[in-house]
């Protein structure tokens, strides 16, 4: 099994490691034995994290960067690559949302979340994929959303943004699958993070969504755990362009 499951000694470089699901992930590839390098924009939360993780101090990186900022994205991925080696396995976790009515959006917010969420998740990619090609051998992945595949309320651009990050993820995929890279996606559904806080925090929407999932519970960020560690191993090795559902029985309902 460890042939197929093996994580051990990979290099692995982690968006919006400092967020409810990025930080667990960071966890479960910290002790699955993985060396991991964490890109946050909160020099504090970064601190914080490691402070947390302190038992894996040698095996536990952190980057400052902005991914509002392209020649941020362009720097943190050089300075990953200097401290690591190499990236082996791209988990892209970062994610901005600002609901708001659409007829109310500005057009700063609307290019604020395009950038973070969608354009940023490709210019990550691009920098990290020729390294991989190189090597015939690399995994990305994703992060998508329920808005993936339905439009949400009041979240015009971050659901445009997800639903981009899903096809990027198999117009990537076909392009770099014949060369040994695996571009892959999780879609968490209704986690309880702060990024959703305005739809967990609403007593009726919080009970609106309950009532969908068959699982009988919101989702929590250690879900998305398993999931992320599977793309990453060689077991996903035949799995190209996929989303996965992490969703608690939301879209089966």
């Given at each position: 099994?460890?042939?197929?499951?093996?994580?051990?000694?990979?290099?692995?470089?982690?968006?919006?490691?400092?967020?409810?699901?990025?930080?667990?992930?960071?966890?479960?590839?910290?002790?699955?034995?993985?060396?991991?390098?964490?890109?946050?924009?909160?020099?504090?939360?970064?601190?914080?994290?490691?402070?947390?993780?302190?038992?894996?101090?040698?095996?536990?990186?952190?980057?400052?960067?902005?991914?509002?900022?392209?020649?941020?994205?362009?720097?943190?991925?050089?300075?990953?690559?200097?401290?690591?080696?190499?990236?082996?396995?791209?988990?892209?976790?970062?994610?901005?949302?600002?609901?708001?009515?659409?007829?109310?959006?500005?057009?700063?917010?609307?290019?604020?979340?395009?950038?973070?969420?969608?354009?940023?998740?490709?210019?990550?990619?691009?920098?990290?994929?020729?390294?991989?090609?190189?090597?015939?051998?690399?995994?990305?992945?994703?992060v998508a959303?329920?808005?993936?595949?339905?439009?949400?309320?009041?979240?015009?651009?971050?659901?445009?943004?997800k639903g981009?990050?899903?096809?990027?993820?198999?117009?990537?995929?076909?392009?770099?699958?014949?060369?040994?890279?695996?571009?892959?996606?999780?879609?968490?559904?209704?986690?309880?993070?702060?990024?959703?806080?305005?739809?967990?925090?609403?007593?009726?929407?919080?009970?609106?969504?309950?009532?969908?999932?068959?699982?009988?519970?919101?989702?929590?960020?250690?879900?998305?755990?398993?999931?992320?560690?599977?793309?990453?191993?060689?077991?996903?090795?035949?799995?190209?362009?996929?989303?996965?559902?992490?969703?608690?029985?939301?879209?089966?309902?």
């Open positions: 099994m460890i042939d197929y499951f093996g994580i051990i000694g990979l290099r692995v470089l982690i968006t919006g490691g400092t967020g409810g699901i990025g930080a667990a992930l960071v966890g479960g590839f910290l002790d699955a034995g993985a060396e991991v390098c964490v890109l946050g924009r909160s020099t504090e939360a970064l601190e914080t994290l490691s402070l947390k993780h302190s038992a894996h101090t040698k095996r536990l990186h952190t980057i400052c960067g902005d991914l509002l900022e392209d020649e941020s994205i362009d720097s943190s991925i050089f300075e990953a690559r200097h401290i690591m080696g190499q990236i082996d396995v791209l988990v892209l976790c970062h994610g901005n949302v600002e609901p708001n009515a659409a007829l109310e959006m500005t057009l700063g917010s609307w290019q604020r979340q395009i950038q973070v969420n969608l354009t940023a998740t490709f210019r990550l990619a691009q920098n990290v994929a020729p390294e991989m090609i190189a090597r015939s051998r690399g995994k990305i992945i994703t959303s329920m808005l993936t595949f339905q439009g949400g309320l009041n979240v015009s651009a971050y659901a445009a943004s981009g990050v899903g096809q990027l993820t198999k117009a990537l995929s076909n392009e770099w699958a014949a060369h040994g890279v695996n571009v892959n996606a999780i879609a968490p559904g209704y986690i309880k993070t702060k990024l959703n806080t305005h739809v967990w925090q609403d007593p009726e929407r919080y009970k609106q969504v309950l009532a969908r999932l068959t699982s009988g519970r919101w989702g929590e960020p250690s879900d998305l755990v398993g999931p992320a560690l599977f793309l990453a191993s060689p077991a996903s090795d035949y799995l190209h362009g996929v989303i996965i559902p992490v969703d608690g029985g939301w879209l089966a309902r």
